[in-house]
């Protein structure tokens, strides 16, 4: 019944700040039941965990990307958006939101998770 839709520019220059939603139906992002995740795969290369938030608002991010990387929650929209800053093109890639009803540190296996959205690819380019 979840189900994640991410949203967002696909084109940026670098240096500019990529600005990502993932809305969600058929869940409110404040139940204690899932985690809201950030993930990516650039091309030709394996899946990479980004961050997540708890339905209580807490987030956490991959070491790699914490000085950039923020994840947040719009709960007047049943959104998760996602920032990420000072964009190179080593940030192209296809970016997805997932839920899971458990809670792992950069966890990149599929069977964690319970349901993803579509994926949006974001390209940087100068």
């Known amino acids: 019944q979840v189900q994640l839709q991410e949203s967002g520019p696909g084109l940026l220059k670098p240096s500019q700040t990529l600005s990502l939603t993932c809305t969600v139906s058929?869940?409110?992002?404040?139940?204690?039941?899932?985690?809201w995740n950030w993930l990516r795969q650039p091309p030709g290369k394996g899946l990479e965990w980004m961050g997540v938030?708890?339905?209580?608002?807490?987030?956490w991010y991959s070491p790699s990307l914490k000085n950039r990387l923020s994840i947040s929650r719009d709960t007047s929209k049943n959104q998760v958006p996602l920032q990420l800053g000072s964009v190179t093109p080593e940030d192209t890639a296809v970016y997805y939101c997932?839920?899971?009803?458990?809670?792992?540190?950069?966890?990149?296996?599929?069977?964690?998770?319970?349901?993803w959205g579509q994926g949006t690819q974001v390209t940087v380019s100068s």
């Open positions: 058929g869940a409110s992002i404040r139940s204690e039941y899932y985690f």
């Open positions: 938030i708890s339905g209580s608002g807490s987030a």
């Open positions: 997932a839920a899971a009803k458990t809670f792992i540190m950069s966890a990149t296996d599929t069977a964690h998770y319970d349901t």
